[in-house]
């Protein structure tokens, strides 16, 4: 169809997770699998985090029951010397990640772990507590930095700088906070031993920094880059997290949707990817969906890219040709402003729809967009 051509080139990172990535589901048609090894390489990232901040207390919540991979999260504690908690994953390397064919001399890049700085006053308890006993507005780093480390596993994906992951329906991860997604970075201010681990085998771990970010973040970094949006940041606030601070996109024209992200409602739960793309006539003037397709996802997007895309029918080929003028979302906040369409969803790639005079969706030919 054409329509959101423009819209895809002009994001700068097409790569598996470059986009957010709203919601994953449990994959309902694999079976629980027990991990083949368990902290293959704990030894060697724990000496490297001990190097990097000696001589300070630590635990670790273990994760009792593993599948596929065991994603322990350890804790590195503050003190006077240390004003923040370190939170860095372990596990997560013992299996390959499956990247891209394109990439070059993959045994750099298919083993990651994930770390995050969390405030010294931030409440995570002590030795020998169960994670999850702490509060919900203190627990979901420690939720988001596990489902992370398992995901590129789960998902057959991969994860690396500037990828980016959205909660679902933009939803802020706590009451406390408008922090609703967050962005693998590089370390920042530390030097090469905290960018990666180097293995026997010839293999690196790559160590990622996870910064949460607010939804005015999230989508500048969709239009723009990865390196752009970093660019707007004060080195301090990509360090230790902090949930109150400003959108640093605050000085940005805002849309106003239709309805507002506290509204919306759990109206989708479908398997497989849920991401999707409509126009700014459904999500801000609140138009019901006229026209629908679903298309092959671009390579590497399979991950989060359901492959719909949503238009009210009406807009002219100057507005859908304008990547401003549409956007990412979950499957469920277009349910939201249209359930009509909830029906169509399980349909297959190739399929469109179009609303006709009697308000009903009827089936249309499909033609493929060409690049």
């Given at each position: 169809?054409?329509?959101f051509e423009k819209?895809?080139?002009n994001?700068?990172?097409?790569t598996?997770g470059g986009?957010p990535?709203?919601?994953?589901e449990?994959?309902?048609?694999?079976?629980?699998?027990?991990?083949?090894?368990?902290?293959?390489?704990?030894g060697?990232i724990?000496?490297?985090?001990?190097?990097?901040f000696?001589d300070?207390k630590?635990?670790v919540?273990?994760?009792?029951l593993?599948?596929?991979?065991?994603?322990?999260v350890h804790v590195?504690?503050?003190?006077?010397?240390?004003?923040?908690?370190?939170?860095?994953t372990t596990?997560?390397?013992?299996?390959?990640m499956t990247?891209?064919?394109?990439?070059?001399?993959?045994?750099l890049y298919r083993?990651?772990e994930?770390y995050?700085?969390?405030p010294?006053?931030?409440?995570?308890?002590?030795p020998?507590?169960v994670?999850?006993?702490?509060?919900?507005?203190?627990?979901?780093?420690?939720h988001?930095?596990?489902?992370?480390?398992?995901f590129p596993?789960?998902?057959?994906?991969?994860l690396g700088w500037g990828h980016?992951?959205?909660?679902?329906?933009?939803?802020?991860?706590?009451?406390?906070t408008?922090l609703?997604?967050l962005?693998?970075?590089?370390?920042q201010g530390?030097?090469?031993d905290?960018?990666?681990?180097e293995?026997p085998?010839?293999?690196?771990?790559?160590?990622y920094h996870?910064?949460p970010?607010?939804?005015e973040?999230?989508?500048?970094k969709?239009?723009h880059?990865?390196?752009?949006?970093?660019e707007?940041?004060a080195p301090?606030?990509?360090a230790v997290?902090?949930?109150?601070r400003?959108s640093?996109?605050?000085?940005?024209?805002?849309?106003?949707?239709a309805?507002?992200?506290?509204?919306?409602k759990?109206?989708?739960?479908?398997?497989g990817?849920?991401?999707?793309?409509?126009t700014?006539?459904?999500?801000?003037?609140?138009a019901?969906?006229?026209y629908?397709?679903r298309e092959?996802?671009?390579?590497?997007?399979?991950?989060w890219?359901?492959?719909?895309?949503?238009?009210?029918g009406?807009?002219?080929?100057?507005y859908?040709?304008?990547p401003?003028?549409s956007?990412?979302?979950a499957?469920?906040?277009?349910c939201?402003?249209?359930?009509?369409?909830?029906?169509?969803?399980?349909?297959p790639?190739g399929?469109?729809y179009?609303?006709?005079?009697?308000?009903k969706?009827h089936?249309?030919?499909?033609?493929p967009?060409e690049?």
């Amino acid at each position: 169809m054409g329509i959101f051509e423009k819209f895809r080139k002009n994001k700068k990172e097409v790569t598996p997770g470059g986009s957010p990535i709203y919601r994953y589901e449990e994959q309902e048609n694999r079976e629980f699998q027990m991990p083949a090894e368990m902290g293959r390489y704990a030894g060697e990232i724990e000496a490297q985090f001990a190097q990097l901040f000696p001589d300070h207390k630590s635990f670790v919540f273990h994760e009792l029951l593993s599948d596929l991979v065991h994603i322990d999260v350890h804790v590195i504690c503050p003190d006077e010397e240390l004003p923040f908690y370190v939170l860095y994953t372990t596990g997560m390397s013992d299996l390959p990640m499956t990247l891209p064919e394109e990439i070059e001399e993959p045994e750099l890049y298919r083993r990651s772990e994930l770390y995050l700085f969390l405030p010294g006053d931030w409440q995570l308890g002590k030795p020998g507590d169960v994670g999850t006993d702490i509060p919900p507005e203190y627990y979901w780093p420690i939720h988001l930095i596990k489902f992370l480390a398992r995901f590129p596993h789960e998902y057959k994906t991969w994860l690396g700088w500037g990828h980016t992951v959205a909660n679902p329906d933009d939803a802020p991860f706590a009451g406390n906070t408008k922090l609703c997604g967050l962005m693998l970075t590089q370390p920042q201010g530390f030097d090469k031993d905290a960018v990666c681990c180097e293995l026997p085998g010839g293999d690196e771990v790559n160590f990622y920094h996870m910064i949460p970010l607010t939804f005015e973040e999230m989508q500048f970094k969709i239009y723009h880059s990865a390196q752009e949006l970093l660019e707007r940041f004060a080195p301090e606030q990509l360090a230790v997290v902090d949930i109150h601070r400003e959108s640093v996109c605050g000085d940005l024209p805002k849309k106003r949707f239709a309805i507002p992200r506290e509204e919306l409602k759990q109206l989708y739960e479908g398997d497989g990817p849920q991401g999707c793309i409509a126009t700014d006539r459904i999500v801000v003037d609140g138009a019901p969906v006229g026209y629908c397709y679903r298309e092959e996802p671009d390579p590497g997007d399979e991950a989060w890219d359901s492959g719909w895309r949503f238009t009210a029918g009406d807009e002219s080929d100057d507005y859908l040709d304008d990547p401003d003028r549409s956007g990412v979302y979950a499957l469920n906040t277009i349910c939201n402003y249209d359930p009509d369409i909830l029906p169509l969803l399980t349909a297959p790639v190739g399929t469109a729809y179009a609303r006709g005079a009697d308000g009903k969706f009827h089936a249309e030919q499909y033609t493929p967009s060409e690049d």
